[in-house]
T-cell receptor
Framework: GESVGLHLPTLSVQEGDNSIINCAYS??????FIWYKQESGKGPQFIID?????DKRQGQRVTVLLNKTVKHLSLQIAATQPGDSAVYFC????????????FGQGTILTVHP | KAGVTQTPRYLIKTRGQQVTLSCSPI?????VSWYQQTPGQGLQFLFE???????NKGNFPGRFSGRQFSNSRSEMNVSTLELGDSALYLC?????????????FGQGTRLTVV
């Protein structure tokens, strides 16, 4: 079936480095994509979204890139901080399903001081 | 504005019992969707409600059901609980605008079946 998958399950970086988390998706009908951060014991926290008619969107210290040709999504975190340590999920939605999100497996980001 | 509120936060039930979980979405959001999160399966879609109508349903048995009220609040019910139903149940409040999509989650209800 259709799914969203991540290339790397874990990522370790040093504080101050830039982090890049990748995601592959397979549903070409999806028209929005969202990145979430989830800390232990909490619900997923919305980071940034991007529509399928865009290829880049920037937020505070984060940038999401969308490459529809290869169905690839990435989240870039600038100047990564220990507080960024968490599990990061990409999700796709839209198309014929307004509010149904399909999630990737998640990437564990660990930031070392 | 207030975030997504899920109640209760924690619940312990016995096999065979039933449970009802509640979700209050962000004011103005009409779409509510539910997810089950487990270490082994990740985040799996249960169902989506929009204006009191179920629009999508995931691949879960009929023991899992839900509904949405006219004020957009939603409930999900699990009957005849099994040990494998132990999970974090998450509710998402969604609003798709012209240029961006708001999809926010509550803190979840941690259900433990013993």
């Amino acid at each position: 079936g259709e799914s969203v998958g991540l290339h790397l399950p874990t990522l370790s970086v040093q504080e101050g480095d830039n982090s890049i988390i990748n995601c592959a998706y397979s549903n070409s009908a999806s028209d929005y994509f969202i990145w979430y951060k989830q800390e232990s014991g909490k619900g997923p926290q919305f980071i940034i979204d991007i529509r399928s008619n865009m290829d880049k969107r920037q937020g505070q210290r984060v940038t999401v890139l969308l490459n529809k040709t290869v169905k690839h999504l990435s989240l870039q975190i600038a100047a990564t901080q220990p507080g960024d340590s968490a599990v990061y999920f990409c999700a796709e939605g839209g198309g014929t399903s307004y509010g149904k999100l399909t999630f990737g497996q998640g990437t564990i980001l660990t930031v070392h001081p | 504005k207030a975030g997504v509120t899920q109640t209760p936060r924690y619940l312990i039930k016995t096999r065979g019992q039933q449970v009802t979980l509640s979700c209050s979405p962000i004011s103005g959001h009409r779409s509510v969707s539910w997810y089950q999160q487990t270490p082994g399966q990740g985040l799996q879609f249960l169902f989506e409600y929009f204006s009191e109508t179920q629009r999508n349903k995931g691949n879960f048995p009929g023991r899992f059901s839900g509904r949405q009220f006219s004020n957009s609040r939603s409930e999900m019910n699990v009957s005849t609980l099994e040990l494998g139903d132990s999970a974090l149940y998450l509710c998402a409040s969604i609003n798709k605008g012209a240029t961006n999509t708001e999809a926010f989650f509550g803190q979840g209800t941690r259900l433990t079946v013993v």
